[in-house]
């Protein structure tokens, strides 16, 4: 099949679609994110690609710590409206209900199934956005999407985010066994 060269973009791969949480000016502050993925896997290091411009960013900056909550296809109007309105401008301490873990400046959506709070290790600035390096510090599930006691991901229902279409969608269907499905394959 014949392939078409596309300019680099952020739509080369789908997103998880994140609520990066932090402090600001004493309340809670929301930003949807997408950038956002594993960096590192001992320590676990989650890597956050955002404007510094953002209401959020300055919580980070001061406190130098985030919080991580993926939320589901239930949440995805007041994730939206994370994104399209500013801290500066829009009170988003009361768009969610909060709770917090060990860190206190990293508040996390206690309607996502799972949330992370992370401290920041490192910062990389770009032209255009800064990637804040956190390290896991706690991760937080709801008992109900847990099997065995791992995440179990159709319960998670993590939204994915997509370019250049700007759309949000629900997390797919178990496909294979990782690490497994391949040992039988002879190329």
Known sequence: MPKTRLDPGPFVLPMPTALIGAVVDGKPNFMTAAFVGIANFKPTIVACGLSP???????????GEFSVS?????????????GLNSGKRADKS?????????????????????????RVVKTVEFAVDTVYFGE???VYADEESLKDGAPDWQKIAPLLFTFPDKAYWRFGEHMAAA???????AP
């Open 70 to 82: 993926l939320p589901g296809p239930e949440l995805v109007e007041a994730t939206d409206w994370c």
């Open 179 to 185: 690490w497994s499905v391949g040992k039988g394959y």
């Open 136 to 138: 896991v510090v706690g």
């Open 94 to 118: 009361r768009v969610f209900e909060t709770f917090a873990g060990e860190l206190a400046h990293a508040p996390m959506v206690k309607a996502c199934r799972l949330a992370a709070e992370c």
């Open 53 to 63: 411009t953002h209401h959020t960013c300055q919580g980070i900056a001061a406190h």
